[in-house]
């Protein structure tokens, strides 16, 4: 029965209507308030009619859910309200109404953790939720080297990588890794973190230098046949990567909704550089100009080369600072580790 009242909330969201807004929302809440789902369910059911309501209902329909404060963030009906401003922000809609920018406001002040994304989609987000034809996730080596121009190979890398040392950050690789944690990958992402004694030349940065560090996914020899490989990448093409990992999910996990990927996604961005979580999104955008992004790809037990594997290297203005992300998913089997 729960179910059913889940998907009829749906259903209204998606039915345009001032009425229908209202009864979703009650609904929802109610729902929620019951404890009759498990929290997973909850969120999912939240999330999905946050979502349906940025889609399909006018946003003159939508401001008055907003008239009241709220008081704090634990009631499931602020929740709802604080995933349907993500949205709409994903979206470009519900600027300019004094009673959302209100609501909003008040949410920064009393902590929600999706109160501290703007209200606009900034630049470096534009490919958020955009499917393009042919442009799916990267899975053979001959996709990434049509996309992407390679890294070269050098001498000077391999003995770089070699002086690496291990910077253990187990709080900064749960940020990193929590886009593919929250959407279910099937295999735990590794995210890995090193310094340099000395400032590794950015023409050095490339899958000898990656090919050195004591990482797990490329370790084994393999099933596939491939020579692993590097390319340059910009800073918004691993944003994208990181949201579409949330959002679209696992294929045995369970999508986010747009505005919880898009939280992820800043939370990994901000650990792969390293920036304290206070530092504004502008700033961080600023600062992603100056460092260098690699994607790289490898032909060992760890990958799967199933459905998506996208990994990633990333070196800091100082060149003496690594982070690498990398993460599997199948639809074969769900492993852990």
């Given at each position: 029965?729960?179910?059913?009242?889940?998907?009829?909330?749906?259903?209204?969201?998606?039915?345009?209507?001032?009425?229908?807004?209202?009864?979703?929302?009650?609904?929802?809440?109610?729902?929620?308030?019951?404890?009759?789902?498990?929290?997973?369910?909850?969120?999912?059911?939240?999330?999905?009619?946050?979502?349906?309501?940025?889609?399909?209902?006018?946003?003159?329909?939508?401001?008055?859910?907003?008239?009241?404060?709220?008081?704090?963030?634990?009631?499931?009906?602020?929740?709802?309200?604080?995933?349907?401003?993500?949205?709409?922000?994903?979206?470009?809609?519900?600027?300019?109404?004094?009673?959302?920018?209100?609501?909003?406001?008040?949410?920064?002040?009393?902590?929600?953790?999706?109160?501290?994304?703007?209200?606009?989609?900034?630049?470096?987000?534009?490919?958020?939720?955009?499917?393009?034809?042919?442009?799916?996730?990267?899975?053979?080596?001959?996709?990434?080297?049509?996309?992407?121009?390679?890294?070269?190979?050098?001498?000077?890398?391999?003995?770089?990588?070699?002086?690496?040392?291990?910077?253990?950050?187990?709080?900064?690789?749960?940020?990193?890794?929590?886009?593919?944690?929250?959407?279910?990958?099937?295999?735990?992402?590794?995210?890995?973190?090193?310094?340099?004694?000395?400032?590794?030349?950015?023409?050095?940065?490339?899958?000898?230098?990656?090919?050195?560090?004591p990482l797990r996914c490329l370790t084994g020899e393999g099933n596939?046949?491939?020579?692993?490989?590097?390319?340059?990448?910009?800073?918004?093409?691993?944003?994208?990567?990181?949201?579409?990992?949330?959002?679209?999910?696992?294929?045995?996990?369970?999508?986010?909704?747009?505005?919880?990927?898009?939280?992820?996604?800043?939370?990994?961005?901000?650990?792969?550089?390293?920036?304290?979580?206070?530092?504004?999104?502008?700033?961080?955008?600023?600062?992603?100009?100056?460092?260098?992004?690699?994607?790289?790809?490898?032909?060992?037990?760890?990958?799967?080369?199933?459905?998506?594997?996208?990994?990633?290297?990333?070196?800091?203005?100082?060149?003496?600072?690594?982070?690498?992300?990398?993460?599997?998913?199948?639809?074969?089997?769900?492993?852990?580790?």
């Amino acid at each position: 029965m729960t179910r059913t009242v889940g998907r009829i909330a749906e259903t209204l969201a998606d039915t345009r209507s001032r009425d229908c807004v209202t009864f979703a929302a009650d609904l929802v809440a109610r729902l929620l308030l019951d404890g009759g789902m498990s929290p997973g369910e909850g969120d999912r059911l939240l999330r999905s009619v946050a979502a349906k309501l940025a889609r399909s209902q006018y946003p003159r329909d939508i401001e008055p859910l907003f008239a009241e404060w709220p008081d704090g963030v634990s009631d499931p009906a602020v929740e709802l309200r604080a995933c349907l401003l993500g949205e709409l922000a994903l979206i470009g809609s519900g600027g300019g109404r004094r009673s959302l920018e209100t609501y909003a406001d008040r949410l920064r002040e009393l902590g929600h953790p999706l109160a501290r994304l703007p209200r606009t989609r900034l630049d470096i987000e534009h490919r958020f939720g955009v499917r393009i034809r042919g442009l799916g996730s990267v899975k053979t080596a001959q996709q990434l080297r049509s996309r992407f121009p390679e890294a070269p190979s050098t001498d000077g890398g391999a003995v770089a990588g070699r002086g690496a040392r291990d910077a253990q950050d187990d709080g900064r690789a749960n940020a990193a890794a929590r886009p593919f944690r929250a959407g279910g990958w099937a295999r735990g992402p590794e995210a890995r973190f090193f310094t340099l004694p000395s400032p590794l030349s950015p023409d050095d940065f490339g899958i000898s230098f990656i090919k050195q560090l004591p990482l797990r996914c490329l370790t084994g020899e393999g099933n596939r046949r491939g020579n692993a490989l590097a390319c340059a990448t910009t800073s918004d093409d691993v944003l994208n990567e990181l949201f579409t990992a949330s959002y679209v999910g696992g294929v045995n996990g369970q999508g986010q909704g747009g505005a919880y990927a898009r939280l992820h996604a800043w939370e990994s961005f901000y650990a792969l550089m390293g920036l304290p979580t206070g530092v504004p999104l502008l700033e961080a955008v600023r600062c992603a100009a100056d460092h260098r992004w690699l994607r790289f790809m490898a032909f060992t037990d760890w990958f799967h080369h199933d459905t998506s594997d996208p990994a990633f290297a990333v070196l800091d203005p100082t060149w003496t600072r690594v982070a690498v992300l990398a993460a599997t998913d199948t639809d074969v089997h769900r492993e852990v580790g």
